[in-house]
């Protein structure tokens, strides 16, 4: 099981099977708002003089890409505390979006919801705004991790939101048949798995509760 699970042709095959790829700038339509979901900030490390990102900063770097190539107008970022119980820290919408004007992006071109805790929750709240401020689906983009693409896209539809999406934030790469890859046991084959057990459990987790 352990040579199974550290195989990183394995591993990388089961994961970008399970990505939804990106589409490419130049082939993309211009939308009025980009919706990004967070994750990967850390909230808890100080100095607090500064924004901590230890993971899926691509969302933040290639959502600020979008904003510079006016193929969104506006910046929506949702995310509070994935926490079960909140600790009083700085939220990740409010991380992302001091990361994000530090890139160049005014801050009146950035609107933050900081209060939801799981992907369902947001898809709710963030149609509320949307409806609000007189956008339409077709107005949107929805911002993410390829491979957390498709539980998002199913809870923002279980919600009412039909959507057009961008993916970011790649764990797969292009296969490779390399000695190395095919035979000599990685330990990041374990984390890719860890994240895909995980996004697993959590969609199967999430048709239970009814939220996709």
Known sequence: MLLFFSNEFIANEVMKAWEIQTTPFKAMSHHKIGIILTGGANTALTPKDRVYFHGAVDRVIHSVQLYKLHLIDTILISGGSGKLLSSGEERE??????????????????????????TYESAVEVKKMIASKGYSNADCLLITSAFHMRRALACYRKAGFQIDYF???????????TLDVLIIPNVGALEIWQKVFREWMGFVAYKIAGYI
Do not use: C, W
Request: aromatic share 8%.
């Open 93 to 118: 919408a409010a991380q992302y979006k001091r990361g994000m004007i530090l890139m160049g992006v005014p801050e009146e071109d950035i609107m933050t919801e900081e209060a939801t805790r799981n």
């Open 167 to 177: 993916t970011t934030d790649f764990y797969s790469h292009p296969t490779e048949l």
